[in-house]
């Protein structure tokens, strides 16, 4: 961006507020608790609503609630068709539904009792919120800053997530500039609009593709330099391994710490060197995987101070959320059997202090231009009150 003067605008490197979101997700990862799931949405959106640019591409996040309340009601649904069923207070006595012999185990429908369905309701609004705070890194970080930041080495890995996280704002975006056209040509027709809106939103969809399938081939995207077979399996080695080990310390590392009520005799700390390496292993395959790849950058987003608050004010909240459930187990998980009230400590809420801040330091995203809007005719004219004000004027 740049200001009125002709000096680029001082912007939040898109790695950052992923970085932060990424945080948020991982703080609720392995808890019910509605309190602290309702404050972390309310921490979301107040940021995104400060801190968002004027783009088409950041007004995504109302798609992203519409998803998570999609996956609230999902939960709920297959909690009443196949869920396990309790036996406390029923709310809806549906009959059973007898399965043959090898579906043993299954039960479909059923009564259903509050407990089971207040709990359905807690773990999809869990998995809805981790949506949500990826969807507001969607909102905050421009996608083409985001791919035009990733390392050489995986850029076909980043080209494809930012290709992927990018069709929810461009499908917005699309059906904006529809709906906008329809209602400058005064079409009054309302139960056909969504029949009326796919057909051009899926044009101008191919039509990008199109466009940047041609962009890319243009500047030579997917050229390799030739590297000897040695240096080409070590670097898969070190990259496979490296995942491999990775994905195994982290899933040692949460039963060891007892996440999600799993009771392990493994102690974390003999699992946390199979995760340091493996993040070792990775880091070096992909430097040396990048090291044979040349790409050529127009202007490199800088990394600086302000970006290492953004991400420390993520991580200290991830590390102070962590540590208020581990002190206060029963503030984890509501309780549904019985159902009880949530717990929340005092210092949960201000766990969630530092996550607020980049809302306030932050520079404020760059307002649009106003232009002077043309003398408006009666071709230009929108049908109805505007279009015979216009035809009185001229009469």
């Not at 997700?25 to 400060?50: E, Y």
Request: charged residues 15%.
């Amino acid at each position: 961006m740049t200001s009125a003067s002709g000096h680029r605008r001082r912007v939040v490197h898109p790695g950052a507020w992923w970085m932060w979101a990424t945080a948020m997700a991982v703080a609720i990862a392995t808890t019910t608790n509605p309190v602290l799931l309702a404050l972390v949405l309310a921490v979301v959106v107040l940021t995104v609503v400060a801190r968002r640019p004027y783009a088409p591409w950041a007004r995504s996040l109302r798609l992203y609630a519409a998803l998570g309340a999609f996956v609230v009601v999902s939960r709920v649904v297959l909690h009443v068709l196949v869920g396990m069923k309790t036996s406390d207070t029923i709310v809806l006595p549906l009959p059973q539904v007898e399965l043959p012999e090898w579906a043993r185990g299954i039960t479909l429908l059923g009564p259903v009792g509050l407990g089971g369905l207040v709990g359905a309701f807690l773990e999809g609004l869990r998995l809805a919120t981790m949506l949500f705070c990826f969807g507001a890194a969607n909102a905050l970080a421009n996608p083409k800053r985001l791919l035009a930041a990733t390392p050489p080495a995986v850029r076909d890995i980043g080209t494809a997530t930012v290709i992927a996280l990018s069709v929810a704002p461009q499908l917005v975006e699309s059906v904006q500039r529809v709906r906008k056209a329809r209602v400058l040509r005064g079409d009054p027709r309302r139960a056909t609009r969504v029949k009326q809106v796919a057909l051009p939103v899926l044009h101008d969809t191919l039509d990008r593709s199109i466009s940047l399938a041609a962009s890319m081939e243009a500047r030579g995207y997917g050229r390799r330099a030739e590297r000897p077979f040695v240096t080409r399996f070590v670097i898969g080695v070190l990259m496979l391994g490296g995942a491999l080990l990775t994905c195994v310390g982290v899933y040692g590392t949460m039963q060891g710490s007892g996440a999600e009520g799993v009771v392990s005799d493994v102690p974390w700390w003999t699992t946390a060197p199979v995760l340091v390496v493996g993040i070792v292993a990775s880091v070096v395959g992909v430097a040396f995987a990048g090291r044979s790849m040349r790409r050529t950058r127009y202007r490199r987003d800088p990394w600086g101070l302000l970006e290492w608050a953004v991400v420390a004010c993520g991580i200290v909240t991830l590390v102070a959320v962590r540590a208020v459930l581990a002190d206060q187990p029963d503030a984890r998980n509501l309780s549904v059997s019985p159902l009880a009230m949530p717990v929340v400590p005092l210092w949960l809420p201000l766990a969630l202090v530092p996550a607020l801040l980049p809302a306030f330091f932050t520079p404020e995203p760059e307002r649009p231009r106003r232009t002077s809007a043309p003398e408006r005719t009666l071709d230009d004219a929108a049908p109805g009150r505007d279009a015979r004000a216009l035809r009185g004027a001229t009469s």
